[in-house]
């Protein structure tokens, strides 16, 4: 079970950092990534971190705004979210995947829940 926690209300050009915590399952078997929805928007490819946490990959929106990392030890992924824009207003969910580092939502085999983050003017 993930279980995605960090949302929040912030004004535009601020951060949140977004964790998502696994019981159950070890972070350290699987690659973990993070997507976004917007009302009446598909499902958008956030960032995705490898099973070591030694590769990351962040979606043409993000680069250079967003970081992922990872803490196997505490069987958590973090996603720091900076320089937010209005654009970034959406529901976050994490998901992890058994093989590869997908940047697809279909290459994920485990979601968690959501957590809403609000980006104001």
């Known amino acids: 079970q993930l279980q995605a926690s960090g949302g929040g209300l912030v004004q535009t050009g601020g951060s949140l950092r977004l964790s998502c915590a696994a019981s159950g399952r070890t972070f350290s078997r699987y690659s973990t990534g993070w997507f976004r929805q917007a009302p009446g928007k598909e499902r958008e490819f956030v960032a995705a971190?490898?099973?070591?946490?030694?590769?990351?990959y962040y979606g043409a929106s993000v680069k250079g705004r967003f970081t992922i990392s990872k803490d196997n030890a505490k069987n958590t992924v973090y996603l720091q979210m900076n320089s937010l824009k209005l654009e970034d207003t959406a529901v976050y969910y994490c998901?992890?995947?058994?093989?590869?580092?997908?940047?697809?939502?279909?290459?994920?085999?485990?979601w968690g829940q959501g957590t809403q983050v609000t980006v104001s003017s």
């Open positions: 971190i490898s099973r070591s946490g030694g590769s990351t």
């Open positions: 998901a992890a995947a058994a093989a590869g580092v997908p940047s697809i939502d279909k290459g994920y085999d485990y």
